[in-house]
């Protein structure tokens, strides 16, 4: 069967914001999809919100519409565009859910659009929790006793019958969301609640525990003539309890005789088979009693989902890509093993290796929130490790997280053992290790854990062997065998330093004098039965090298390393980005990476993949091998530049701007300098080490002040007060942080409008803006956190030519060579500069969409030596031909507790582009994607601080222009009334009932504007109302600024018409012209 | 822990740390790319003369159990892995992976580039090697090596084989409470299965799918196997090269068309000889848990496991009397056939799994299909 003829157009269907459960490993799969039909000469139209990812750039497909992925946004680019046939299953959850949503709306049948990949009926049985039970008993797979309940009272019926623990789990949510373990009456109550509100179906699964049972997925693949295989089957590190994407999970599984793999293998195909996914990819997980062998199917995803991407890149087995093409007709055996070029994708892969994913997590960004894990994901991105054997690859991923914890750093406690190795939490491992340290038993961790003990067996090797080090070897005597077997234990340089106490670059000299150096093996598919014609490389202490570098021109890019707020796929944009202009411009691309879950780490994407931690070591032991001409450390985020110097010093040729002005523009004291010698004006700021001092300076600058510790990323503890008490209370909370370091305080200003702004400078000087984003949060408000739009709105024309002149000034004072990124607040008509980024920033992505200009790749030609003019006539500010609105998307509702208030610490998983004629259009079209679509109608709630009053009062008559009911706290409906319109006085939580609270929960209020104390000092009840707002799904607006950009989009709603336009018609004109 | 080292024939030693029997063999060191299944291939007699090289690199984890043994003992000569687990996770576990394979003699080499030595061997072809925990002398192994028997013409099938005849009749029991098997079919045929070195999940499937078993040794006559009155005739897989086999040639040749012949692996080859086809050896042969067999009767691909060195090469049959029913997808080689004129049908590969997956089980059904229709 090969490509069906009778499709030509293709919607793809992406998955919008990165959240929490659902990130860029979609953008991965869509990409491949996109690349795949493409590749077969199908036209591929695409739409997605997200305008970080690769999907969609404007050459993946051949429209690209980044809209909302709602119904009726969805319904107008399908009439608009009228594809034969639409893929469901690359975009995730929320890819399918849309896709089913256009199918029950008539809106496939209406324009005769088939439905690819999976068919209604098969995603309905596969997510249909009762339906999944029926079709499961129906093949002979064993499940957990469970019921579907719609109320508390059935909820307790049932566990009453079988018994606490019970697990929950409330359908079509996503990662979880509302799921958890009751262990008790009070607790099934408290999450039944929650869970039936969050499903959109009303219905929460209540099951059998099987807590402590042993985990395991398989990733299957089927085509339409009925092969079906087996790509990769992995194991858990944790049993069951955890959600698969908080556990340490191992590929391939570890502890299954055959006979039981082949149990699970014909279970997993039968369940495919009986769900009827036709085509493709799907997920299946089972879990296996320890005890007994008896083995349950837990669920199964008739989609490539992020287990899919991590098999992918554990085994080198495509499977978006491959499922893209089944889902056009091809059988598996018609597809070549892109690998091994000469056998066909039909078969099982086979690895001779131990691949390792570690979850990472950001708790502290969530104070309030528990850091336990259980049943819902919590974790914010993910690593992944190769290693020749589990202990390797263990290694491995605990040195690619980044935490500064991976070397046994960390001080643990003692009489918290056992606590946290019953609970599962983020420190689990590293208590786990410090058990053993402590003399715990294997069998002791095992009976407080329920980890399997050959993994515990290999976590207390790792232990014993870097006790060892210390006590058997000193660095000048160690022995080839014994540096030898330490790096094959998966030790790393900096653990050796350690132990010996000397420097790791000490260790690194020693063990190269010894003849210990890494060697690179290859990922092949196939346990190398076959020869490889793909370099997708991760490092061993083995025998052979199979790099076999080119001896072409070659750069080199230092990739982000795992997703975490701050730094996430926009980084990941920018590095794919790099390499395809490096490739472009016939220069081999060589990638260097750790997040599965990426574009970056497809081994299509760049001429060689390196999959390794982003350290000292294993970067300099790439280096020793490619030798590279460049190396790039400006696209990937903090983590390669806190590489740069170190990198530099060891006679590594760092490309684009100099790491030591990189540095520079981080260096309070003498980034300050510049700004004075450029007289570029700041706010006033000073530094302090002492609670007193900090008052004393804060007084000196006025209140309010921004207080933050030095060296963080992403506003980590940057708060912004108004008083001496807050600054007090703060620093003693601070210096713990900070210990030696001075803390930052900054005269902030209030009410200041804040610009982002991205810039190209080149080796001549020459600057390009290309951007100039004005936030609609005011500053104070994360700059990740903030809406911003392009153009900017309110800004002056002198405004922007200040802001046009001190961009050029800064660039070339920092003889930045590439990307820069620069924050400014204006207030008054002044211009201060907030922040200096020498480096691709977080905007790059959005710019890029916006402006039809190629940010990262016109970067990458001028640090190779080319000038703005050989891409552009472009000079000054580009301009964009629309509205384009970013705005951010947060976790709140995965952290019950924690306050959703904005502020300096930011908080946002992901991001959207809404597109429009007008700035509310493309505001609407934003909330709407980002899931907080505004009301088009009923009452608004305003409780705002004294300083909004009179600027509630204005927005107010807006609404209620609008057809609004105005409701509002006492104070604030003062002032409303005084303006002359009807409100409704609303009691706060501590008044009296019923108040605010209760109003939410009863659906009455349907949209919040609540400003007041932000931060760690919020009262209980302004928290209250906020966090009720958000488990209610009630649009929650915490700043006036964005309260007045709410108006402007209902506006538009109600006045303009869902409309589309992609990519393509928007730069259709200017492409050409502007950029070569 | 004390060394122990893999010397080939070509020169080339690999060193390592000894994990099994304090002894040394030599045999033809062949690689198995199999994730699970390391018990099966321990004492799977068609490895008798080789040395194993297994590319998963954790081996040992789930420690070893009786029911999933494939015959008596461990036949390889000798093991190799990059890292061998000391201790057994498993519910069915009854010894560690190490005590079952000290408790058959088999020496183990662990620590060393398995890698390393499988491309080694994928680029030379499979070679003559010794694997010693007791000498560590390369030159003196090298030599050793270099002199040890080849494969080539080399009859090991008898030496595995039987030297009495026996019934059979367990069928496969479930490994877990969750297991489906279907309820055993009540005997309905009596099966004479030759034993070449056979693999037990053959006879449990057999009597599985509806066979009561008669196994008998290498060397019986095609008389004694009529006087037996069977409904139908299993060959069964074996080691070494079929060449060798003549003898059993000329049994299956007088054979066929008495009764419903099934052959499997090194049986295949036999009725490859016996049909008039040639057999060839393979330059580092088959082995594994993933080949995709495309069964060419029903255009489905099935995902199979390997275990040979040889070949029957589908030039050599002549096409109006076989009919070519399986090949293999990675490279082209022969999998299966049928005989035009005969009942008579054998493949290649390993239907029976143990290690592998189930996907060729429906074969069983056919020999039961093709018993009723004689």
């Not at chain 1, 999907?55 to 051949?62: E, Q, V």
């Not at chain 1, 008993?137 to 064993?142: A, E, H, Q, T, Y």
């Not at chain 2, 078993?213 to 290498?218: C, F, G, K, R, S």
Request: hydrophobic share 40%; aromatic share 8%.
């Amino acid at each position: 069967m090969p490509r069906r003829n009778d499709l030509h157009r293709i919607l793809i269907v992406g998955s919008g914001p990165i959240v929490i459960g659902q990130a860029c490993e979609f953008d991965y799969s869509g990409a491949q999809a996109c690349k795949a039909l493409r590749q077969d000469g199908y036209e591929v139209v695409l739409i997605n919100s997200n305008p970080a990812t690769i999907m969609t750039d404007p050459n993946l497909a051949d429209r690209t519409y980044v809209e909302p992925l709602s119904l009726d946004y969805a319904a107008e680019v399908i009439r608009k565009e009228r594809p034969d046939a639409l893929l469901s299953t690359v975009g995730g959850q929320t890819g399918l859910n849309l896709s089913v949503a256009l199918a029950e709306a008539g809106v496939l049948d209406k324009y005769g659009v088939e439905l690819i990949g999976a068919k209604i009926d098969a995603i309905k049985k596969a997510e249909d929790r009762l339906l999944f039970k029926d079709a499961m008993r129906k093949i002979g797979l064993d499940l957990p006793q469970s019921q579907l309940v719609n109320s508390v009272e059935k909820g307790l019926e049932f566990a009453n019958k079988i018994g606490y623990p019970v697990i929950l789990r409330p359908s079509f949510t996503l990662g979880g969301t509302g799921g958890g373990i009751a262990y008790n009456r009070e607790d099934l109550a408290d999450i039944l609640e929650t869970g039936i509100d969050l499903s959109p179906v009303h219905e929460v699964l209540i099951e059998e525990s099987v807590l402590g049972w042993k985990e395991f997925e398989l990733e299957v693949m089927r085509d339409l003539a009925d092969n079906a295989i087996i790509v990769c089957s992995i194991e858990n590190f944790y049993p069951m309890g955890v959600h698969t994407g908080d556990s340490i999970t191992v590929a391939p599984a570890q502890t299954l005789t055959d006979r039981e793999y082949q149990m699970m293998r014909d279970g997993a195909l039968a369940c495919l088979r009986e769900i009827g996914v036709d085509t493709g990819g799907s997920n299946v997980q089972f879990a296996i009693n320890p005890e007994n062998g008896r083995m349950i199917i837990i669920e199964m995803n008739p989609r490539v989902s992020r287990s899919s991407a991590l098999a992918s890149k554990a085994t080198g087995f495509p499977i978006a890509k491959i499922a893209a093409k089944l889902a056009v007709g091809y059988r598996l055996d018609e597809i070549k093993n892109d690998i091994t070029r000469k056998t066909p994708a039909c078969f099982e892969p086979t690895i001779d290796y131990v691949v390792v994913k570690i979850p990472r997590w950001q708790f502290e960004k969530f104070p309030g929130s528990e850091p336990v894990l259980g049943t819902q994901m919590k974790s914010v991105g993910e690593v992944m490790a190769i290693g020749r054997t589990f202990k390797q690859a263990l290694g491995k991923g605990m040195r690619s997280l980044e935490t500064g914890k991976s070397d046994g750093a960390t001080k643990y406690q003692d009489d918290l053992i056992e606590a946290r190795l019953i609970t599962p939490n983020p420190e689990r491992l590293g208590y786990i290790r410090h058990a053993f340290a402590r003399g715990y038993t294997e069998e002791q961790v095992r009976s407080l854990t329920s980890i399997d003990p050959w993994f515990l067996h290999q976590v207390r090797e790792i232990v014993d062997v870097e006790h060892e080090v210390g006590q058997a070897s000193a660095c000048p005597t160690v022995t080839r065998d014994q540096a030898l077997r330490y790096k094959r234990s998966g030790l790393s340089d900096t653990t050796l330093a350690r132990a010996w106490n000397v420097s790791p670059l000490t260790v690194r000299a020693r063990r190269k004098e010894l003849g210990v150096t890494a060697v690179f093996n290859r990922v092949d598919t196939c346990a190398a039965e076959f020869e490889s014609f793909t370099p997708y490389l991760y490092s061993s202490y083995e025998s052979e090298c199979e790099a076999a570098p080119s001896d072409r021109k070659k750069v080199m890019i230092l990739g982000s390393g795992p997703n975490r707020i701050g730094q996430g796929i926009e980084f990941d944009y920018c590095c794919c980005h790099a390499s395809f202009a490096l490739q472009e411009f016939g220069v081999e691309s060589i990638m260097v990476n750790c997040n599965p879950e990426t574009v970056s780490t497809d081994y299509d994407t760049s001429d060689r993949l390196y999959f390794e931690p982003l350290t000292l070591e294993e970067v300099l032991n790439i280096c020793d091998t490619e030798k590279p001409d460049g190396v790039i450390v400006q696209f990937g985020g903090q983590t390669p530049l806190t590489l740069a110097l170190p990198l530099k010093t060891a006679g590594v040729p760092i490309i684009g701007t100099d790491p030591e002005n990189i540095d520079l523009a981080e260096d309070r004291k003498r980034f300050g300098k510049l700004l004075d010698d450029l007289k570029i004006p700041a706010p006033a700021n000073g530094s302090a080490t002492k609670v007193d001092e900090a008052c004393e300076v804060a007084r000196s600058l006025g209140y309010p002040v921004l207080v933050r510790p030095s060296y963080v990323l992403g506003g980590r503890a940057m708060v912004i007060a108004y008083d001496e008490d807050t600054v007090r209370r703060y620093m003693q909370e601070a210096v713990i942080f900070s210990q030696d370091r001075p803390v930052l305080i900054d005269r902030f200003l209030e009410d200041a409008t804040e610009v982002d702004v991205d810039a190209l400078a080149d080796s001549t000087g020459a600057v390009l803006i290309a951007g100039i984003m004005e936030h609609i949060e005011e500053a104070g408000v994360h700059s990740g956190d903030s809406s911003c739009v392009l153009p900017a709105t309110s800004l002056a024309p002198e405004t922007i030519a200040t802001i046009r002149s001190y961009t050029e000034r800064l660039a070339r004072a920092l003889n930045v060579i590439g990307l820069m990124n620069v924050q400014y607040a204006v207030k008054d008509g002044a211009v201060y500069v907030l922040e200096v980024n020498p480096r691709a920033s977080r905007t790059v992505p959005y710019v890029s969409k916006a402006t039809g200009v190629p940010l990262p790749k016109i970067a990458v030609g001028l640090m190779l030596g080319k000038k703005i003019s050989d891409f552009t006539d472009a000079t000054g500010v580009l301009s964009v031909p629309q509205y384009f609105v970013k705005s951010p998307v947060f976790p709140f509702n995965k952290f019950p507790g924690v306050d959703p208030a904005l502020g300096p610490e930011m908080r946002s998983t992901g991001e959207v582009m809404g597109v429009g004629e007008n700035f509310g259009e493309a505001f609407a079209k934003a909330q709407l994607s980002a899931g907080a679509p505004l009301p088009d109608k009923g009452r608004v709630f305003f409780s705002v601080n004294d300083r909004d009053k009179l600027a509630a009062a204005a927005l107010a008559r807006r609404f209620a222009d609008l057809g609004f009911e105005i409701a509002a706290t006492r104070g604030t409906a003062d002032g409303i009334r005084k303006a002359g319109l009807p409100v409704k006085v609303v009691f706060k939580v501590n008044e009296g009932r019923p108040n605010a609270v209760d109003l939410l929960k009863a659906g009455s209020l349907d949209l919040v504007v609540y400003t007041g104390t932000t931060g760690a000092h919020a009262f209980a009840d302004e928290k209250a109302i906020r966090r009720s707002a958000v488990s209610h799904r009630i649009p929650c607006i915490t700043t006036m600024s964005g309260a007045r950009a709410a108006v402007e989009a209902i506006a538009s709603r109600r006045r303009d018409p869902v409309r589309v336009w992609s990519l393509q018609e928007i730069h259709a004109p200017a492409a050409e012209t502007t950029v070569s | 822990m004390k060394p122990a080292v893999l010397a080939l024939e070509d020169g080339t030693v690999f060193e390592g740390q000894s994990y099994g029997a304090p002894a040394e063999r030599c045999g033809e060191v062949v690689f198995n790319t199999a994730i699970t299944g390391y018990q099966e291939i321990f004492t799977d007699p068609s490895y008798a003369g080789q040395i194993v090289v297994l590319t998963n690199p954790q081996i040992g984890n789930y420690g070893a159990n009786d029911s999933d043994n494939e015959s008596r003992k461990a036949f390889i000569e000798g093991l190799v892995v990059r890292e061998f687990s000391p201790l057994s996770s498993n519910w069915r576990s009854e010894e560690t992976a190490r005590e079952f394979l000290a408790g058959s003699g088999v020496p183990v080499v662990t620590g060393i580039d398995a890698r390393a030595l499988v491309r080694h061997l994928r680029s030379r072809g499979v070679m003559r090697g010794v694997l010693s925990a007791v000498s560590t002398s390369p030159a003196e192994l090298i030599e050793k090596a270099r002199n040890s028997p080849s494969m080539a013409g080399l009859d090991l099938a008898t030496r595995v084989s039987t030297s009495e005849r026996y019934e059979w009749n367990t069928p496969v029991a479930p490994c877990s409470p969750s297991q489906q098997l279907g309820e055993p079919s009540r005997p309905r045929f009596h099966v004479v299965a030759y034993d070449f070195g056979m693999k037990r999940n053959i006879l449990r499937r057999l009597a599985h799918s509806g066979c009561r078993l008669t196994v008998v040794p290498a060397q019986t006559s095609a008389e004694d196997v009529l006087a037996l009155k069977p409904d139908g005739i299993f060959l069964s897989n074996g080691p070494g090269d079929p060449e060798p086999l003549e003898y059993q040639v000329a049994q299956v040749r007088k054979l066929i068309g008495k009764a419903p012949i099934f052959g499997i692996c090194l049986g295949h080859q036999i009725v490859g000889l016996a049909a008039g086809g040639k057999t060839y050896k393979l330059k580092f042969g088959h082995r594994g848990a993933n080949h995709p067999v495309l069964n060419k009767t029903t255009g489905k691909v099935e995902i199979t496991s390997h275990n040979h060195g040889f070949a029957v090469d589908p030039d050599s049959l002549n096409p109006s009397e076989v009919e070519i029913t399986h090949m293999n997808l990675n490279d082209d080689t022969l999998e299966g056939f049928r005989l035009r004129n005969h009942p008579v049908f054998c493949v290649q590969y390993h239907p029976e799994a143990a290690p592998g997956p189930h996907d060729s089980h429906y074969l069983f059904g056919d020999f039961i299909k093709l018993m009723e229709k004689s």
